[in-house]
């Protein structure tokens, strides 16, 4: 799986289910592993929370990072843009996870009270990998 960042879109972004294990009486476990479920490796995992009712986090782009973001505990909305077409997607199950790709603009927002954002992510930290310009993302989706 390979997406060149100028050239992605929102529909290459796709809701996964994940492994499920249940227990009627005892809870849930979902399950992620590297070649299996979660379609890249994985390098690191982080997780947002305490997000106060009516804040949206992460408006921003990545250039090369592939991304799977679950609602570990309760919902938020997630808005995707590829610079053409926005797609939103309520996250509110802990056994989906939204798969995305490099090159899109991504909005957080609508958390729910208590609600964990949990992401997956192929690469380690690198603050250059970012755009946090609009303008600068639609330039380079649009010039390379
Ligand atoms: P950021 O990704 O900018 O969050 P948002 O776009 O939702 O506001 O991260 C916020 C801060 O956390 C930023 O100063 C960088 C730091 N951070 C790390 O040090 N490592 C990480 O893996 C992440 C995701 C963030």
Known sequence: MYFEMKNS?????TMLELDRHHSNRKGNISVMENDKTVPFQVKRLYYLYDVP???SRGAHGHKRLYQLII???GSFSVTLDDGEVKRTF????PYQGLMVVPGIWRTLDDFSSGSVCLVLASEQYEADDYIRSYDEFLNYKRNG
């Not at 879109?9 to 972004?13: E, G, I």
């Not at 309520?90 to 199950?93: A, P």
């Open 9 to 13: 879109k929102v529909y290459d972004c």
């Open 53 to 55: 009712g009516g804040e």
């Open 71 to 73: 609602a570990a505990s």
């Open 90 to 93: 309520l996250l509110n199950r």
